[in-house]
């Protein structure tokens, strides 16, 4: 399967400030997702990361919130902007090589915390 | 949406000992995973199994999509098995994955 790197693995960030997550993977995949596991919690889907064009957020998630880019097959970002003590949280990619019916692998996952 | 319940929410196992780890949904699924996040927080594919049974060493897992519900078997337990252990799902119409809330195994030497 997709080797995939996340970058960092871990952040601690003041209030307010932005920080953007990368995510990379060794081969060309057909979808990438990005997800949030607060504290203790599950995880949930934020967005799907589209090839050259917006991503599609879920409910609860914003654009302006959570800026996602991909500009190509192998590789997207995610922002945390004006962050929050909420934002606390891990966050994942995941990506499915081939059709939507294969199982989906996971990044390591960003632990961002903010004071 | 669908519906993805996990059952018992916290095990507490001796090393050694075997546990059947629960998973129920609520609608058909074209996909079915189980997922071990280890105390690092890394998620580690068990298995993808949308219907039947499947064994990887010590961990087997069983779908039976007609009645909506997912077992993993962990045998003879070891304390590197601590951690919490999700199903996810996928309906036939969808492309984003349903998480349940997850077990959090632990396992004492």
């Known amino acids: 399967s997709a080797v995939i790197s996340q970058k960092p693995s871990r952040d601690i960030c003041q209030r307010g400030t932005s920080l953007t997550i990368q995510c990379q993977v060794d081969?060309?995949?057909?979808?990438m997702f990005w997800y949030r596991q607060q504290p203790g919690q599950s995880l949930t889907l934020i967005a799907t990361?589209?090839?050259?064009?917006?991503?599609?957020?879920e409910s609860g998630f914003v654009i302006d919130k959570f800026p996602i880019s991909r500009p190509n097959l192998t590789f997207s970002t995610l922002t945390v902007s004006n962050m929050s003590p909420e934002d606390s949280s891990i966050y994942l990619c995941?990506?499915?090589?081939?059709?939507?019916?294969?199982?989906?692998?996971f990044g390591d996952g960003t632990r961002l915390s903010i004071l | 949406g669908i519906q993805v319940e996990q059952s018992p929410p916290d095990l507490i196992l001796q090393e050694g000992a075997n546990s059947t780890l629960r998973c129920n949904f609520s609608?058909?699924?074209?996909?079915l995973q189980w997922f071990h996040q280890n105390p690092w927080g890394q998620l580690i594919n068990l298995f993808y199994?949308?219907?039947g049974t499947k064994q990887n060493g010590r961990l087997s897992a069983t779908t039976v999509a007609t009645e909506r519900y997912s077992l993993l078997y962990i045998s003879s337990s070891q304390t590197t098995d601590s951690g919490v252990y999700f199903c996810?799902?996928?309906?036939?119409?969808?492309?984003?994955?349903?998480f349940g809330e997850g077990t959090q195994l632990t396992v004492n030497p």
């Open positions: 081969s060309q995949v057909t979808m």
């Open positions: 995941s990506v499915v090589e081939g059709g939507n019916d294969q199982p989906q692998h």
């Open positions: 199994i949308p219907s």
């Open positions: 996810a799902v996928l309906r036939p119409s969808g492309s984003r994955l349903t």
């Open positions: 609608d058909s699924v074209n996909n």
């Open positions: 990361a589209n090839q050259g064009s917006e991503a599609t957020y």
